[in-house]
Every structure is written in structure tokens, then in C-alpha cells.
């Protein structure tokens, strides 16, 4: 397992990411749904909640290739899952070219604002923040 996060306002719903997807789980672990349907890559290592949305998670796919995690295809994107079961890829003002970098396990959070501040820092030292739940 790459992260586990239980949401804040909800104790009983769990994300988390490991190898193989991302699940959630509204039982307090003991059922398990697979959610990564709709990401370029089920892999990835980052991932951050909304509080103000026990529904909605955060992540960063990353492309597994010989062993060097990248994020997707060089365009680096924050994915929020949410509403209607679906992701929606945020890439606005990240690097879309050339973006070959890695987002680790600690490496993503969030805050409690309405909305979410979501925070991520790659393994290079860059460092990205959103005020609007990842929209910018």
C-alpha cells in the first residue's frame, strides 16, 4: 500500500493507493470498491482528501517504466475523483512538457478550506499549491 487516508469528516470512509489502483471504502475497511477506472495509470504514490467532500480524493498517476516513475506522458496532472464517480484531470498552470518527475508518498496533502488547498512537491524540489481543490 502506497498511501491510506480516512476522511476527516467521515471516519468510516477510507482511500487508498497502492500498486495495482485506488480504492475507497465506506465500511471503515471492511469492503473495498476499485476506483481508477478513467486514470492513465492505475500507479501512483500521492494522495490527498477534500474535507468538504467525503466522495472526492486526489492523485497523481505516474507512469510505471523501468522502474522510474514518471507523471503522465511528461504533462503533470492532479486527477480528483468525485460527483458521479468520475475523474477529472487539473493541469491548470502545471508543466505540460517535459514534466518527467515523481511525486512520492508524503509528498501530497491537503487542507480543511472550503474550498481544499491541495499541496504536492516532486522529488526534483518543485513545489505546486492550489486554493481552488486543485481546479488551478
Avoid at 72 to 78: C, I, K, N, R, S
Avoid at 92 to 109: C, D, E, F, I, N
Wanted: charged fraction near 20%; proline fraction near 6%.
Amino acid at each position: 500500500m502506497h498511501k491510506l487516508r480516512v476522511h476527516p469528516a467521515a471516519p468510516g470512509v477510507l482511500f487508498q493507493q497502492n500498486h495495482v489502483g485506488v480504492y475507497t471504502s465506506t465500511d471503515g475497511g471492511d469492503g473495498w470498491t476499485r476506483i481508477d477506472g478513467g486514470l492513465p495509470y492505475d500507479f501512483g504514490f500521492g494522495l490527498a482528501l477534500d474535507a468538504n467532500d467525503p466522495r472526492a480524493c486526489f492523485v497523481i498517476p505516474l507512469e510505471p517504466v523501468d522502474y522510474s516513475f514518471r507523471a503522465t506522458d511528461g504533462a503533470l496532472a492532479v486527477y480528483r475523483y468525485g460527483r458521479g464517480g468520475e475523474w477529472r484531470k487539473r493541469s491548470k498552470g502545471l508543466p505540460q512538457k517535459h514534466a518527467h518527475v515523481s511525486v512520492l508518498r508524503q509528498a501530497m496533502t491537503s487542507d480543511t478550506l472550503d474550498p481544499c488547498g491541495v499541496y504536492f512537491g516532486t522529488q526534483g524540489g518543485a513545489l505546486f499549491a492550489s486554493n481552488d481543490a486543485g481546479a488551478s
